[in-house]
């Protein structure tokens, strides 16, 4: 597996991280030894870049990578975040509003350094904006833990332009988290070239499309009343149908490169920018390969020119939320 670097911060990574949410938050349940034996299998693969959250399970995600991870000290990278308000008896749920308050902060760090069973965490992102508290506060927060040893990296998930700016001032971001794909390109217009003057890493969530982008999704998919695209308007079946224009291109593309359209996907997504990091979400070992085979697809200038023509006449229906 290739390494790449998230900006200039010198953490290097896998070429393409994963993504862990769906090991144990919002959909169907998994067991749990079957996931400890598919993390270990990802990190015999090369991939040592891996993503959490307090908020999934909540708490057991953190506690399932603190279990797998822990024979793999010091040659992986885990990513966490903090930044919702804590129900006393379910904990942290989006549901309930952001909380990115110092005091809080620092809570959530010490619990998850419990559960992740690390010393340090190693990259720690605000979740999501918390318009309540200045985001100069956050990283204030972040940039003391970091002095205390309690973490290496501070990140920023789903922000505007405007906050990396005031929040790199105060403590360098190593990495936004942020969506994007073929076919959500919302980061392109500031958000890319800030990071790129900045000197920050991007981590794209959903680089498959929420699994829309494998083309193994049609109009007659159904999902589960967990899963959240059973309420993502752009898996509607109308939407899923109007969208198929975005797999035909892939899959042409793919046919000449003998690729699925997953890894044409990830090999676009990669040949951005050299400090872009996909983490696609993966519970199976053949679609891990297929997303890991992505780093070896090698798109010319003439390919990823026709993709972004052939993109640029395709009108993506339905919202993402």
Known sequence: MQKRKLGNSGLEVSALGLGCMRMSFGDKPTDKQEMITFLHKAVERGVTFFDTAEVYGPFTNEELLGEALQPFHGKVVIATKFGWKHDPIKGPHPSMGPDSRPEQ?????EAS???????????????????NVPVED??????????A?????????????????????VQPVTALQSEYSIWWRNVEHDILPTLEELGIGLVPYSPLGR???????DENTTFDSTDIRARNPRFAP?????????IELLEKIGAQKGATPAQIALAWLLAQKPWIVPIPGSRKLER????????AVELTANDLSELENAMSQITVVGDRY
């Open 288 to 295: 891990l390969d297929e997303n890991i085979g992505a780093a």
């Open 138 to 147: 956050v990283a204030g927060a972040v940039k003391d833990l970091i002095q």
């Open 238 to 246: 109308e939407a899923i149908k109007a969208n198929r224009a975005v």
């Open 211 to 217: 699994g829309y982008l494998t083309g193994k999704i």
């Open 105 to 109: 902060i620092k809570r959530v760090a």
């Open 149 to 169: 040893g309690k973490v290496k990296h501070f990140g920023l998930s789903e922000s505007s332009a405007d906050l990396i700016r005031r929040a790199h001032a």
């Open 113 to 131: 350094l419990k559960r992740l069973q690390v010393e340090a965490i190693d990259l720690f992102y605000q979740h999501r904006p918390d318009p």
